[in-house]
């Protein structure tokens, strides 16, 4: 990374330096206009304070409404390009933020979501851990869950420590997709070839210089989230399977103590027959055992199916996206500006 020093003897970014800024949307048209004001604010005090050239990439992963029509009318500023790119249909989060990667320039990248609860102005001090301390990952995470409920705190530290058990790489718990990566850390993350993507999983598993900052997250411009716990509860198996095998070796455990507990109980019927004379039932005890170990197994057959299907996913490697459009603004009058329809 290259560093300047003004006359005042602030550090600032050389003039090579890009943040490229990744914000999916879907369903966002309400505050769209809004948030775009708050980037632009924040391009200009970028580049005045650290010489950066900021660019946005809106994702647009299928709305329903009119965010797509919205982004196509955002303007370029002085200090901030735009580029909009249409999802053919909605692929979800993940898709969404591996299309803004894959078009992003080699540059920084940040990532953030659209619906206004990521401060923009919070970026000026992941971009400062960047450039002044040298940090290649700056991740964000929520300051505290006060606010939700016992239960919902409580699923998610189970699944942080379910995913994290026998890990090499941990993933941090309560870290969220608003973060910003250095062009190191940018390219090792367009390296990793998994079409099941859990971007968490993958930021952290990468490695280098990483730093956590905790934040508040600001109350939704507009609507409500569309994450309900049906679509959380889908996303937490997701990040399990594509990330982690401890479903697995819970099963093998589940399997150790059940085959152990059966030992265990077949060695007190022989005591009670040889040892007590006394008559063991055997219906009872031979339904409770058909059940439990049928119940079992079909969980693990369950688990090892989800594997399964990753794999199989991974096997037909189809593309994890396809683009309907996409429209470059550039600031400078002489840059290329342009509109494509073709599927990419």
């Known amino acids: 990374m290259t560093l300047a020093v003004d006359p005042s003897g602030r550090q600032t970014a050389a003039p090579e330096q890009s943040l490229y800024l990744v914000v999916p949307l879907y369903n966002e048209a309400a505050g769209l206009r809004q948030l775009h004001e708050r980037l632009q604010a924040l391009a200009t005090t970028l580049q005045q304070r650290y010489r950066l050239r900021c660019e946005v990439?809106?994702?647009?992963?299928?709305?329903?409404?009119?965010?797509?029509?919205?982004?196509?009318?955002?303007?370029?500023?002085?200090?901030?390009?735009?580029?909009?790119?249409?999802?053919?249909?909605?692929?979800?989060?993940?898709?969404?933020?591996?299309?803004?990667?894959?078009?992003a320039g080699n540059g920084a990248v940040l990532f953030m979501d659209g619906d206004g609860q990521h401060p923009p102005a919070l970026v000026e001090q992941l971009v400062q851990h960047w450039l002044v301390d040298g940090y290649d990952v700056v991740y964000t995470a929520k300051a505290h869950r006060d606010n939700e409920s016992w239960a919902r705190r409580t699923a998610v530290r189970g699944f942080y420590a379910l995913i994290n058990w026998g890990a090499r790489q941990k993933i941090p718990e309560d870290a969220g997709d608003f973060r910003l990566l250095s062009p190191r850390a940018t390219a090792a993350l367009r390296q990793l070839p998994e079409r099941n993507r859990f971007f968490k999983g993958l930021a952290s598993w990468i490695g280098f210089r990483q730093i956590r900052v905790d934040y508040e997250p600001e109350p939704r411009a507009h609507g409500i989230t569309s994450f309900n716990a049906a679509r959380l509860i889908g996303l937490s198996i997701e990040g399990l399977t594509s990330f982690s095998v401890a479903p697995l070796r819970i099963a093998s455990a589940l399997g150790v103590l059940l085959a152990l507990g059966a030992f265990l109980f077949g060695i007190s019927i022989l005591?009670?027959?040889?040892?007590?004379?006394?008559?063991?039932?055997?219906?009872?005890?031979?339904?409770?055992?058909?059940?439990?170990i049928g119940g079992v197994q079909l969980l693990m057959i369950g688990i090892v199916g989800e594997y399964i299907g990753k794999i199989l996913s991974e096997l037909k490697a189809r593309p994890i996206y396809f683009v309907a459009e996409h429209n470059v603004r550039r600031a400078s009058p002489d840059a290329a500006s342009g509109e494509r329809t073709a599927a990419e």
């Open 57 to 103: 990439i809106y994702v647009d992963d299928g709305s329903a409404d009119d965010t797509l029509v919205i982004a196509r009318g955002l303007p370029a500023a002085p200090a901030l390009d735009v580029q909009v790119v249409s999802l053919s249909r909605n692929f979800g989060k993940e898709a969404a933020l591996m299309a803004g990667l894959d078009y």
């Open 271 to 292: 005591w009670e027959t040889w040892i007590d004379g006394k008559s063991v039932p055997g219906y009872p005890s031979l339904i409770v055992g058909m059940m439990t």
